[in-house]
T-cell receptor, first 116, second 112 residues
Framework: DAMVIQNPRYQVTQFGKPVTLSCSQT?????MYWYQQKSSQAPKLLFH?????FNNEADTPDNFQSRRPNTSFCFLDIRSPGLGDAAMYLC??????WGEGNQPQHFGDGTRLSIL | SQELEQSPQSLIVQEGKNLTINCTSS?????LYWYKQKYGEGLIFLMM?????EEKSHEKITAKLDEKKQQSSLHITASQPSHAGIYLC????????????FGSGTRLLVRP
């Protein structure tokens, strides 16, 4: 089945130690998103890639970076994780383009990040 | 997000009962999406609404978008324990945008 896959499901890192979360998709969608979701809160968009174009949200800390080496893969890098970065990180994809109309975003199962 | 308000925040119902969850915005909802999230997992897409007055159903779940496109409701008929989870509405608040704003969710528990 076509899907969005996030690895790992659970990640534990030390305060200040860089960490990378990965996302892959078999849907061939041109847009990929990274969200941060803290307990009992709404998912918050960090950034997205429209094809190869990177789009950062204005309030996303510089500590968060992303890479999209090809259509199928997207990575979230946290350069120096702080205790406040402990959260669920969700990857989503969608198909956007002329004539596509509104399309739903499809989400992976998320990576829960803990900071020691 | 304060741009999208969900109510109630949590809901406990007895199995077999009907329930309604609301999603309200002060802005026009150009696209309204309902998702379900189980604890510790990702969001599962349920339904998408675009037109004022639109209504969609899947199994025992019905979603509606009001004529003014500022409020949506999700109605579950004859609830079952499998309906338990967090229901989130997501909205496109700018025409032709593909970025969603999410409500903070409604946590549903269904007692057998």
């Amino acid at each position: 089945d076509a899907m969005v896959i996030q690895n790992p499901r659970y990640q534990v890192t030390q305060f200040g130690k860089p960490v990378t979360l990965s996302c892959s998709q078999t849907l061939n969608h041109n847009v990929m998103y990274w969200y941060q979701q803290k307990s009992s809160q709404a998912p918050k968009l960090l950034f997205h890639y429209y094809d190869k174009d990177f789009n950062n949200e204005a309030d996303t800390p510089d500590n968060f970076q992303s890479r999209r080496p090809n259509t199928s893969f997207c990575f979230l890098d946290i350069r120096s994780p702080g205790l406040g970065d402990a959260a669920m990180y969700l990857c989503a994809t969608s198909r956007v383009g002329w004539g596509e109309g509104n399309q739903p975003q499809h989400f992976g199962d998320g990576t829960r990040l803990s900071i020691l | 997000s304060q741009e999208l308000e969900q109510s109630p925040q949590s809901l406990i119902v007895q199995e077999g009962k009907n329930l309604t969850i609301n999603c309200t915005s002060s802005k026009t909802l150009y696209g309204l999406y309902w998702y379900k999230q189980k604890y510790g997992e990702g969001l599962i897409f349920l339904m998408m609404l675009q037109k004022g007055g639109e209504e969609k159903s899947h199994e025992k779940i019905t979603a509606k978008l009001d004529e003014k496109k500022q409020q949506s409701s999700l109605h579950i008929t004859a609830s079952q324990p499998s309906h338990a989870g967090i229901y989130l509405c997501g909205a496109d608040l700018m025409d032709s945008s593909y970025k969603l704003i999410f409500g903070s969710g409604t946590r549903l528990l269904v007692r057998p």
